[in-house]
C-alpha cells in the first residue's frame, strides 16, 4: 500500500512541475466549455441536465484522444531511459508499479473534471435541474474516463516510445468504441457480445440518471482486465 | 532448394498466420463462396507447420525453453484471468440492478408494462418514424431503452421518414411522429408516446384474438365495406390495420343479445330510424358494460330525425342532440362557414396526443350536456367550435343567419366521451359522419386528423381496464430559464475564457516558482 502510494505521488508530482497537465486540463476546459455554452445556455429552453454536454460525440471523442495523451509517458518512458529496471529490481512487486502509475493518472483525470463542476452550478443559478442526474453523470464520467486510462496505460507498457504509446491507446480505445457500430453489421450471438463490449454503450444511461448494475461491473473489468495485462507485460521483461 | 526454404520459412508462417485472420473475417462476414474460410484455414495451418518442419529446432527451442516455459505460464494466466471476467460479465449482464436516480422516478416502469413484457412469445419490434430534429424522439427513445432492457424479445429502430421514404411506405406510414409495433405479420400504430400508450399497442399487437368492431345496418348507415364515396370503406381499413376485425350487426335480426365478442358498436349515420326494440338492446348493452360510438347527422329538413330514437337512451348519459347546423364563419374549412375547422382540444385520453393537428366537421349538429352530469357519469367534451360559432336551426334558408331567438352561440360542443366507471360504460357520440367518410379521408389524406380522432376514439372505447391503470407521469419541466444576452455572455465567458485561463495561471505560478 505504501509503495503505490509512493508511486502514485511521485508521478502526480512529474504531471504537475510540467506545464503539459495544465495545458491539457486548459485545452479540455475549452472545448468542454463551448459545448456547455452553446448546448445548455444558446438555446432557448434547453434541458438543464450536462445530458448533452458529456454525451455528444466531440465529448467523447476529446475523451478518447486525452485518454491516453495523459498515461502514454507513464511506463513507455521509464523503459526508454531504462528506469523502470531500477523500479522493477526495487522491493515493490510489479502490480503496486502499475497501480501507483495508474492512481496518477486517475488522479490528473479527476483534476481535468474538477473545474467542469461549475456546469452544475450555472445550471442550478440559471434553470431547474434534477441534481441526481449530476451524481449519475460524473459517475459514469469517472468510470469511463478510468476505463480509457487503464487501456492507455497497457499500450503504454507494450512500447518505448510515447508516441506510439498514445497511437497505440487511441487505436485501442477507438477500437472498443467502434465495437458496437460493427455489432450492428453482423449476425445475432456476436452482436449482442460486440454491442455489450462498446465502451460508450454503458456510459449513455448514467446521463439519464439511471445506475445499472452491469454497467459499474463492465467499466470495473475493462480497468482490472487492462492493469492485470499491464502488470503481465511488465512482468514478461524478466523473462524476454 | 531446402535450405533456400528454410530462409523464406518465416515468411512462410507470417503468411499462414495472415491466412488464419482472413478465415476469421470470412467467417464472421459469412463469405460468399461458403468454402472460402475453410480453404483459407487449411492453407494457413499448413503454412505455419511447413514452418515448424523446416525449422524444427528452433520450434524446439521455443517450446521446452526458459522463456516457453515462463511465456506459457503467463498466457495461461492472462487467459485464465480474463475467463473469469468474462464470466462475472455475463453474471452481472444476467442479473443486474437499475437504480432509477430521477426525482419522479421517469425511467421507471409500471408493474403491468413489466407484466406484458414478461408475457411477450414472440419477438415484437417497434419502428419509430422521426425526423432528426423531433425533440420528442429522445423522450420516446428513453422509455423504449427501458423496454428493451426488460425484455429480449423487444427490439427497436428509428427511421428519418425522409430519408428511407420506402420503408415508411412499406409500413403504411402516412405522417411523421408515429410508432409501428410489428409480431410477425402484425402491427399496430400508436401516436402517443406516454408509457400507456407503448403497452397499450404492445399488448394489442401481442395478442392473438382479434377484437371484433361491429357496425350496425339496416338503417341505412354508413357501410364499412363499401367504398362509395359517403361511405366508410377507408377507414374500415385503417381499423383493419389496427389489428380490429371489422364486422356488420342487423339488430333487427339478432335473436337474444348483442354478440359477446363485440368490443365496440359504431351506429354511423343511420337515414331510416331505428326501431324501439333495437335502441333498447344498444341501451340495455351499454349500460351493462358495452362500448358505443354514435355518429349523427344533422336532420334533412323536412324529414324526421333518425336520432330521435335514441334521445331518450342519451339523456341517461347526460347529452341531447340538437336539431341545427354548427355555423363558424371565423374557423371553417376554405371558408365553408358550415364545415368548423377545430385545431384546438381539450384534454382527453381521445386527444391529447391530437396536438398540431387540425380536424374539419362538414355539416355537423351540435349538442348540449347536461350539468351537473347524470349520477356516476364523467362528460367530456372533445370538440369545441370557436366563440363565433352558432348553431343554425333554420336548416331550409339558404342563407345562414345568426337568430338571437332560435341560434345558440358558440363554443358549441360538436362530440362527447362519456364515461361510467362504476359500470364499465362508454359511449362517445359525434354530430358528424362525414368527417371520416371514403370522399373526405380520400381528398384530405394525411393532412387532417380526421381519421387519427376515429381511430383514437375506437381505440379508446375498445380499451381493457387493465391498461387504464397506468397513470401517465407528471410531464417534467427541466429547462433552463430564459437567458438575458448579459447572463448568456456570463455564461459563455466564463465557461469558455475564463475557467481555462485560470487553470493555465495556476500552470505558469508553479513553474515560475520552481524556476
Known sequence: MRNIFIIARREVEAYFVSPIAYVVIAAYLVVMGLIFALIVAG??????????????????????????????????E????????????????????????????????????????????????????????????????ILLGAAILSLGLLTSAVTQNQIIAAFLGLGLTLLMTFTEFLASVVGAPLSDVLSYLGLFNHFFDFLRGVVDTRDIVYYLSVIIGALFLTTQVLAARRWR | MVIRLRQVAPHLAGTGLVLLLLALAAHILGSDPRWLPEALLGVGAVLIISYGLLRPREVAAALTGRRAIYGGNALLMSIAFLGILVIVNFLAARYHKRFDLTENKRYTLSQQTIQVLNSLQEPVKVTGFFTPDDLRRSDVEDLLKEYAYRSDKFTYEFVDPEQRPGEARRLGVTSYGVLVFQRGEKRQETFGMDEEDLTSALLKVSRDEQRVIYFTTGHKERDPQSFQPLDYGNIGQVLGRDNYDVKSLNLATITTTIPSDAAVIVVASPQIPFAPEEVDRLDQWLSQGGRLLLLADPPVPGAEDPMAAFSGMLAKWGVRLRSDVAIDPVSSFFGDAASPLITRFPFSSITKDLGGLTTFFPVARTMELTDPPPEGVTLTRLLETTQDSWGETNLTSQQARYDPDADVRGPLVLAAMIESQEKKSRLVVFGDADFVSNNILSSVRGAFGNADLFRNSINWLAEEEALIAISPKPPEVRTMQPLTPAQRNLIFYGSVIFLPLLVLALGGAVWWQRR
Open chain 1, 43 to 76: 438555446q432557448p429552453g434547453a434541458e438543464a441536465s450536462l445530458r448533452f454536454v458529456f454525451g455528444n460525440a466531440f465529448s467523447a471523442l476529446i475523451l478518447i484522444i486525452i485518454g491516453p495523451l495523459l498515461t502514454m509517458r507513464l511506463l513507455a
Open chain 1, 78 to 141: 521509464e523503459q526508454r531511459t531504462g528506469t523502470i529496471e531500477l523500479l522493477l529490481t526495487a522491493p515493490v512487486r510489479d502490480w503496486e508499479v502499475v497501480i501507483g502509475k495508474y492512481l496518477a493518472s486517475c488522479t490528473v483525470f479527476l483534476a481535468m473534471l474538477a473545474p467542469t463542476a461549475v456546469y452544475p452550478l450555472l445550471i442550478e443559478r440559471y434553470g431547474n435541474p434534477d441534481r441526481a442526474l449530476f451524481f449519475s453523470t460524473y459517475l459514469g464520467l
